[in-house]
T-cell receptor
């Protein structure tokens, strides 16, 4: 699986959009981009995933660049409950492929 | 509701004792996984199983053992050979293809 690079930490004001970047320059054509988040002392929670098109669900939007070498997770109206560690992972969506977690980005939403 | 149940939430053991962490899922998922997380760190894979009666070592399998006798259950034993067992342990499951993993709420193991 391709390696990802994320900033160690970010801050965002409550009510504003939080934009979390992820670089995955070695991603291959059949690898998806997945985002999970982990609120303190809980199990990670799936947020969204995509292959090459932009995706949106009730939690977030995922913007993938045309060359697929980077992506951005957008939380449109961040709340205090969005404070968590956010993990960007790339993997082939085939078989029981294991997820490899990096260090993630610690996002702090400030009142 | 379907989900993954890990028990207990907190576990204390004396050094040198084996301890088994429970993980049960009713999602009908084929694959199950165990991860370890140390403070301020990401998750590291211990073992995973794609099907009943089969499992593979992850990145940090030394000092751990697992079994997969039933599709719903994937218990993890932390043996006395694990040199630094105090950690947060997370179990997950997934269908073969799909939206990713479902995680349990974790077991925090403290060895004194």
């Amino acid at each position: 699986d391709a390696k990802t690079t994320q900033p160690t930490s970010m801050d965002c004001a409550e009510g504003r959009a939080a934009n979390l970047p992820c670089n995955h320059s070695t991603i291959s054509g059949n690898e998806y981009v997945y985002w999970y988040r982990q609120i303190h002392s809980q199990g990670p929670q799936y947020i969204i995933h995509g292959l090459k098109n932009n995706e949106t669900n009730e939690m977030a939007s995922l913007i993938i660049t045309e060359d697929r070498k980077s992506s951005t997770l957008i939380l449109p109206h961040a709340t205090l409950r969005d404070t968590a560690v956010y993990y960007c992972i790339v993997r082939v969506d085939q078989g029981a492929q294991k997820l490899v977690f990096g260090q993630g980005t610690r996002l702090t939403i400030n009142p | 509701d379907g989900g993954i149940t890990q028990s207990p939430k907190y576990l204390f053991r004396k050094e040198g004792q084996n301890v088994t962490l429970s993980c049960e899922q009713n999602l009908n998922h084929d694959a199950m996984y165990w991860y370890r997380q140390d403070p301020g760190q990401g998750l590291r894979l211990i073992y995973y199983s794609q099907i009943v009666n089969d499992f593979q070592k992850g990145d940090i399998a030394e000092g751990y053992s697992v079994s997969r006798e039933k599709k719903e259950s994937f218990p993890l034993t932390v043996t006395s050979a694990q040199k630094n067992p105090t950690a947060f342990y997370l179990c997950a499951s997934s269908i073969e293809t799909g939206y990713g993993y479902t995680f349990g709420s974790g077991t925090r193991l403290t060895v004194v």
